[in-house]
T-cell receptor
């Protein structure tokens, strides 16, 4: 399948700081990127959906001013957790869909490896 | 509302066969995915069904019945490395993925 990378894979920060997570599609054009959060022993929770060049659509209960999403190009989306607190500690996963091998893959999402955020 | 149901946890023996069921009620249907997720890792793709019937891929098979809103993932010749969570996800009418809570599969020697 198509390759999606995330950076960093693991980050530990102090409460009150901001953390930026990058999600890159390495071999395809990601027209849409998704950001998920997963707490231990729970399923993935969709935070927001972003289409290249437009504002992200946030799910109910997700603060858009706290979780800033930028999808400036067809290969890069960033999630910035502003003023992080311990309750923001979680596993953040991005996924992408778009054009791969010349065809629009509008149903399948390709996942990044995830970023483990720990806020002290 | 939209709902995906799958068992929380299952236990099976190495070398045996296990079937993980998934039932769904969603607004529209554009396919069903099964993903495998090991602890601390992102999900990895296992299968995709959009038409009724059985799709076989090595030791793993996935079945879909759209009229019943039902799918299962069949794992044969279980290996210890198959211990993981298995997530069922349905693509709804807006092409969004609706996720089940996942089934934790424990393999015993």
């Amino acid at each position: 399948g198509a390759v999606v990378s995330q950076h960093p894979s693991r980050v530990i920060c102090k409460s009150g700081t901001s953390v930026k997570i990058e999600c890159r599609s390495l071999d395809f054009q990601a027209t849409t990127m998704f950001w998920y959060r997963q707490f231990p022993k729970q399923s993935l929770m969709l935070m927001a959906t972003s289409n290249e060049g437009s504002k992200a659509t946030y799910e109910q209960g997700v603060e858009k001013d706290k979780f800033l999403i930028n999808h400036a190009s067809l290969t890069l989306s960033t999630l910035t957790v502003t003023s992080a607190h311990p309750e923001d500690s979680s596993f953040y996963i991005c996924s992408a869909r778009g054009y791969w091998q010349g065809a629009l893959r509008d149903t399948e999402q390709f996942f990044g490896p995830g970023t483990r955020l720990t806020v002290l | 509302g939209q709902n995906i149901d799958q068992p929380t946890e299952m236990t099976a023996t190495e070398g045996a066969i296990v079937q993980i069921n998934c039932t769904y009620q969603t607004s529209g249907f554009n396919g069903l995915f099964w993903y495998q997720q090991h602890a601390g890792e992102a999900p990895t793709f296992l299968s995709y069904n959009v038409l009724d019937g059985l799709e076989e891929k090595g030791r793993f098979s996935s079945f879909l019945s759209r009229s019943k809103g039902y799918s299962y993932l069949l794992l044969k010749e279980l290996q210890m490395k198959d211990s993981a969570s298995y997530l069922c996800a349905v693509v709804d009418s807006n092409y969004q993925l609706i996720w089940g809570a996942g089934t934790k599969l424990i393999i015993k020697p």
